[in-house]
Structure formats: structure tokens, C-alpha cells
């Protein structure tokens, strides 16, 4: 599978913003599904995940809880993050990636990445 990330951007505080990352492939829909960010000086860290299922399990990191959503559609071979209530901490660049594990929590556990895309969340 590869892996295509969009919808990063610059908002303000409080904005909104849905990533997407779409996913070449007829495997897709037997990857759990990870989104990862990176800022300037901190290491990658897991943002959320999901399992294999549309409307499966899911994990979010305490920072992002009630705040971001992920979700995937099969059948359109796409995984998403929709962030609400964005906040200067959030900027980072984001990452989507497949693993072969349900619900992964390290990054060494996802085998697929995608390109990135810049979030920027000014105050």
C-alpha cells in the first residue's frame, strides 16, 4: 500500500481542519491505520489510530482526546482526522501510516508512511 496525506494549512486557534490520506491498493482494508506528528525538535509521536474496520476501535492520545476524530471509509480507501479546537501545540507536520497491527502504538510498528503534511496553528 502507499499513502498520500493532504489537507494541512495554516488556521487560526479554535479552527478546524480534516486531514486526509488516501491509500493506493486493494489491501487497505486490512491495515489498522495510524496518524503520527512530528514538530520542529520533538520526536514522532502517535496522534490516533484505528483498526481495520470502518467504525472499529479506536486510540487516541490524551492530548487530542474529545478534540480530534479519526475514522477511515474501505471503501474509499481513505483514512481521516478531522481536528476541532486546534491549538498552537498542535502544529507539527502530520503522518498517516498502515500497520499490519490492530491498533499500534509505536511507530516501529507501522511499516507504510506517507509524505506528511504541515499543520500550523497560529495563537
Known amino acids: 500500500v502507499q499513502l498520500q496525506a493532504s489537507g494541512g494549512g495554516l488556521v487560526q486557534a479554535g479552527d478546524s481542519l480534516r486531514l486526509s490520506c488516501a491509500a493506493s491498493?486493494?489491501?487497505?482494508?486490512?491495515?489498522?491505520m495510524g496518524w503520527f506528528r512530528q514538530a520542529p525538535g520533538k520526536e514522532r509521536e502517535l496522534v490516533a489510530a484505528?483498526?481495520?474496520?470502518?467504525?472499529?476501535?479506536?486510540y487516541y492520545a490524551d492530548s487530542v482526546k474529545g478534540r480530534f476524530t479519526i475514522s477511515r471509509d474501505n471503501s474509499k480507501n481513505t483514512v481521516y482526522l478531522q481536528m476541532n479546537s486546534l491549538k498552537p501545540e498542535d502544529t507539527a507536520v502530520y503522518y498517516c501510516?498502515?500497520?499490519?497491527?490492530?491498533?499500534?502504538?509505536?511507530?516501529?510498528?507501522?511499516?507504510?508512511w506517507g509524505q506528511g503534511t504541515l499543520v500550523t496553528v497560529s495563537s
Open positions: 501510516a498502515a500497520s499490519r497491527w490492530p491498533l499500534g502504538r509505536r511507530s516501529d510498528e507501522y511499516n507504510t
Open positions: 491498493g486493494r489491501t487497505f482494508s486490512s491495515y489498522g
Open positions: 484505528i483498526i481495520s474496520r470502518s467504525g472499529g476501535a479506536t
